[in-house]
């Protein structure tokens, strides 16, 4: 399984970003799928969860503002992140499984 994340970029506090993470190969093997980020000199920290049937969690510091979501038809996974805050900065990753990791795609709120 291969995952390969996209949409982060530069913004604003308040404003909001959608990552999507499309994953490759055995799709079979992502049902439970994450997102994880890492801040500079920060521990990697879990930011939300879906399960193959839909169920979801998230981070106390995320929920409200952040829903993950998944199309099985485009094997994809979607992060949307809402009301941003400065504190959402860091490199946000892909997890499928919690065994296999993205590169990651960069998210800076200013």
């Known amino acids: 399984v291969q995952l390969v994340e996209s949409g982060g970029g530069s913004v604003q506090a308040g404003e909001s970003l959608a990552l999507s993470c499309a994953v490759f190969?055995?799709?079979?093997?992502?049902?439970?799928m994450a997102w994880f980020r890492q801040a500079p000199g920060k521990e990697r920290e879990g930011v939300a969860a879906i399960a193959g049937d839909g169920r979801t969690d998230y981070a106390d510091s995320v929920k409200g503002r952040f829903t993950i979501s998944r199309d099985d038809a485009k094997a994809t996974v979607y992060l949307q992140m809402n009301n941003l805050k400065t504190e959402d900065t860091a490199r946000y990753y892909c997890?499928?499984?919690?065994?296999?990791w993205g590169q990651g795609t960069q998210v800076t709120v200013s």
């Open positions: 190969g055995d799709t079979q093997s992502a049902r439970c």
């Open positions: 997890v499928a499984a919690l065994q296999i």
